[in-house]
């Protein structure tokens, strides 16, 4: 039988070998593949990546740079003598957004690739901006906050190709609770639609305008059928901002309107099927029906929000015989898309920024000695550097495996791995594993120079990846040598060179953040910075991480996955410097509890891939019975279907049928208590209203009844405005 090693090597042909390729690291290669399956060819396998802000100052100032996430900051550059208009250019975490530029006397946010002047504090195209407290107006400026940048086409490309995607069944499940933000046009929709007739009505997104948003502090209020009925709800129109020409816009900055006193208090929500209630803060005005509409998802794309309708239209509910105001719906939310983004005060205290850490990262290797692991705890170290300074500083962490690895910056010898960590010289193989388990070993750090534009994010142009790090692995049994070797000694001429991996190729070394945070961690009021536990010895990366395999099949929507450790398959780095829980400062506790600096979380399950349509475990159909809990304040909507074929009537809620062939339900419910109540049977917008109690009871809805709802958007309507209660159906 053909030894695996072999049968790789053979099946993976010459041109691996042409490109470099050496055995062991084809061996790796099909290793790697046979572990993870095919992954996404556009992973690098490195998670910093360059960044920039463009600095404007008429006097000579230094200039920090900082990231800024949950009240944390990290600092990222650090120029000298910048004066004039200058582009600073820094490493920072994959999808960072938010940043933060200061001269020692102010501290401006800002975001990546944005711009910040010093001489009046204020920029356009994604930065620090004096803008209009009251938006639609856009007739008061008062306060500063920092504006998106403009909507790319790249962007617009990428975002409607997501949002073009089928998702039957996806309800938005996202609330805002920003009190401000900025509202911008990405795309208006390019798909044709029919009537109820039959005849071609033309782009559905002609027919959508008039861009509204719940504020309980809003004038508008929708509350009839005839207007799309969404309750007492409060809204407020976003004026100039429709899906053609849009009239809303800053300067260079087109397509954007600002949003200000938002209170998404009471924000109305329909009870879509068990686990999905749909959140319905936006609405567009649909001039085929004449009413307010709703279908909307929400999705985070690198890092930003975006909202996309679906075009749907139905009139004949309110005029049943005008088949010309319906049109069915095709669940692709592309119809019109738009960006939010939170509106964060640009200007913050510099006293926060004392406390920011220099940017760190960890690298992490195989020594490809054969047998592969996929732990990457052979050479594991600590790489820091603030832009702008020649220094890189390398701190040695752990060496998890036996042969002889010796660290190069280029063709300079850094040192042995673990003769760094404390081991005298040994032959190649036989070194002890270091800083696997128990408490770590602590070394010395040690410096290289650089040139100003180095940067550990891969260089495309120079066909570099992670600064231009590698590790020399001496064969099993080399006699022992010293700390460091000259590049081009004769010993290396069969040593295995793990380099960096290219963009598309099984990984040797990956690099990740050196530590993350986060805040109310183990408790309120406490945050914990905790550094990145490599895995232990013989423990595959992806028992120690199980996000890890995620994070191979897509590079751009799993990035995190080093902030999730299986904590029994990692080693403990609590005895590293910044592992302890520290007391948040009240600056820290304020900007986590403001709801305008949240991240919005974005119900995968129920927005990408439209939820589960079936009812949990236990609302099933028992005997003809179902049984659920109406939840105070939510409507509950019942789809009645008409069979033809035989007169009878089926029951849905959500997709899920409940009665079948019916010509009339029974309705039981319990759980009233001293506090009273109401519950209502009826149909949509209360029309007709078959049942209402403040005690436990039982009502039938007739054939009669039934008939009626066929001429009230065909649903019924459950809801209760009290303590919840228990519904049985029959």
Not at 275 to 294: E, I, P, R
Not at 652 to 658: D, M, R, T, V
């Amino acid at each position: 039988m053909m030894p695996l090693a072999v049968a790789a090597m053979i099946l993976a042909g010459c041109s691996d070998y042409d490109n470099g390729f050496t055995e062991k690291q084809i061996q790796f290669h099909s290793d790697f593949n046979h572990e993870f399956g095919s992954f996404d060819k556009t992973q690098d396998w490195n998670l910093a990546e360059r960044s920039n802000v463009t600095v404007t100052t008429s006097e000579m100032k230094d200039i920090n740079v900082y990231t800024e996430k949950d009240g944390t900051y990290v600092q990222v550059g650090a120029f000298k003598n910048v004066m004039g208009t200058r582009k600073l250019e820094f490493d920072v975490i994959e999808q960072t957004k938010k940043l933060v530029v200061s001269d020692g006397d102010v501290a401006l946010r800002a975001v990546v690739g944005g711009t910040v002047n010093f001489d009046d504090m204020t920029s356009v195209k994604g930065e620090v901006l004096e803008t209009r407290t009251h938006d639609v107006n856009r007739n008061e400026w008062e306060t500063r906050y920092v504006i998106p940048a403009n909507v790319t086409p790249e962007e617009e490309a990428k975002v409607v190709a997501e949002f073009r995607k089928v998702r039957e069944g996806a309800y938005n499940t996202v609330k805002i609770d920003w009190t401000r933000m900025f509202v911008q046009h990405v795309h208006k929709g390019e798909g044709a639609y029919v009537d109820g007739n039959g005849a071609s009505i033309g782009l559905g997104s002609d027919h959508m305008n008039h861009l509204q948003i719940y504020n309980k502090k809003g004038n508008n209020v929708f509350n009839t059928p005839a207007m799309g009925g969404f309750g007492n709800s409060h809204w407020e129109h976003v004026n100039d901002f429709n899906t053609g020409k849009q009239n809303a816009s800053y300067e260079e900055i087109m397509g954007m309107t600002f949003l200000y006193n938002l209170d998404p208090t009471d924000c109305p929500t329909v009870h879509v099927r068990d686990g999905v209630d749909w959140v319905q803060q936006f609405l567009y005005h649909n001039s085929t029906d004449s009413k307010y509409h709703a279908e909307y998802i929400m999705l985070e794309i690198d890092g930003n929000y975006y909202l996309g309708f679906d075009f749907y239209a139905h009139g004949t509910d309110i005029y049943s015989a005008n088949k010309n105001m319906d049109v069915e719906r095709d669940w692709m939310f592309d119809d019109w898309i738009i960006k939010v983004s939170n509106a964060e005060n640009s200007i913050i205290p510099v006293k926060r920024l004392e406390t920011a850490q220099p940017a760190a990262w960890i690298l992490a290797g195989e020594d490809l000695g054969g047998g592969f692991d996929i732990d990457y705890n052979d050479v594991v170290v600590k790489v820091e550097r603030v832009a702008g300074e020649n220094k890189v500083k390398v701190t040695p962490l752990a060496a998890g495996g036996t042969l002889a690895s010796y660290l190069f910056f280029n063709t300079t010898c850094i040192g042995e791995i673990h003769q760094m960590l404390g081991a005298s010289p040994a032959r190649s193989g036989g070194y002890s594993p270091i800083n696997l388990k128990g408490s770590l070993r602590k070394a010395e750090p040690k410096y290289v120079t650089v040139e100003s534009d180095w940067s550990l994010s891969e260089d495309i142009s120079k066909d570099d990846n992670m600064g231009g790090f590698t590790i020399r692995v001496l064969p099993a049994g080399t006699e022992a040598k010293g700390p460091a070797l000259d590049y081009n000694n004769t010993i290396f001429n069969d040593a295995t060179d793990v380099n960096s991996p290219r963009r598309g190729e099984a990984p040797f070394i990956i690099c990740v953040p050196y530590s993350y945070t986060l805040a109310n961690v183990p408790q309120e009021g406490k945050k914990t910075t905790t550094v990145w536990g490599w895995p232990g010895e013989g423990i595959h990366i992806s028992d120690a991480y199980t996000e890890f395999e995620k994070w191979t099949q897509d590079v751009a929507n799993n990035q995190n996955w080093y902030a999730y450790p299986n904590k029994q398959y990692i080693v403990s780095t609590a005895g590293l410097a910044g592992s302890q829980p520290v007391d948040m400062t009240e600056d820290e506790i304020e900007y986590v509890n403001d709801p305008n600096n949240q991240e919005l979380n974005i119900s995968e399950e129920n927005t990408i891939n439209g939820g589960d349509t079936e009812t949990d475990e236990g609302d099933d159909v028992n005997d003809g019975e179902t049984t659920m809990t109406i939840q105070n304040s939510n409507n509950y909507f019942f789809d009645i279907v008409y069979n033809e074929s035989d007169g009878t009537y089926n029951i849905l809620y959500g997709s899920k049928e409940i009665k079948s062939h019916v010509t009339s339900v029974t309705m039981q419910w319990s759980g009233y208590d001293a506090n009273g109540g109401n519950l209502h049977i009826c149909s949509p917008w209360r029309t007709f209203d078959y049942a209402s109690g403040n005690a436990n009871g039982q009502a039938i809805v007739t054939k009669a009844n039934l008939e009626e709802l066929m001429t009230q958007e065909k649903k019924l309507l459950v809801t209760c405005d009290n303590n919840p209660l228990t519904l049985t159906i029959k």
